[in-house]
C-alpha cells in the first residue's frame, strides 16, 4: 500500500507545538488588525487631530505604521517560533534517550 495514502493523527507532544504555533499566530494577525484597521480606519476621526511629522497621525499609521508593524511581527514570529522550536527539539531528544 502507498505510504502517502495513510493517515498520521499527531502525537501530544505535536498537537501542543502546533497548538501553541496557532495561538501565536491568532495573536500576532489580532495586533496587525487592530494597528492596521483601527488605527488607520475605525479611529481615524480622533488620530486625524494627532500631528505626528506633518501629518495626521491615522494618515501615516494607515501608510506606513501598519507596514512596520507587520515587520515587526514577522521578526517576533521568527524569534518565538525560533525558541519553540529548540524547545520541542530539546524535548523529543530526551524523550528519545530514554
Do not use: C, H
Not at 502546533?18 to 495561538?23: F, G, L, R, S, Y
Not at 480622533?46 to 499609521?61: A, D, E, Q, Y
Amino acid at each position: 500500500m502507498d505510504k502517502r495514502g495513510k493517515n498520521k493523527t499527531l502525537n501530544e507532544q505535536q498537537s501542543r507545538y502546533w497548538k501553541k504555533n496557532v495561538t501565536l499566530i491568532s495573536s500576532l494577525l489580532v495586533v496587525w488588525a487592530v494597528v492596521g484597521f483601527g488605527g488607520g480606519i475605525l479611529f481615524a476621526e480622533p488620530l486625524n487631530r494627532v500631528p505626528f511629522f506633518g501629518l495626521s497621525l491615522s494618515f501615516w499609521i494607515a501608510q506606513q505604521g501598519a507596514i512596520l508593524v507587520f515587520i515587526l511581527l514577522i521578526l517576533i514570529y521568527a524569534v518565538q517560533m525560533d525558541k519553540l522550536d529548540r524547545e520541542y527539539k530539546k524535548k523529543v531528544k530526551m524523550k528519545d534517550d530514554k
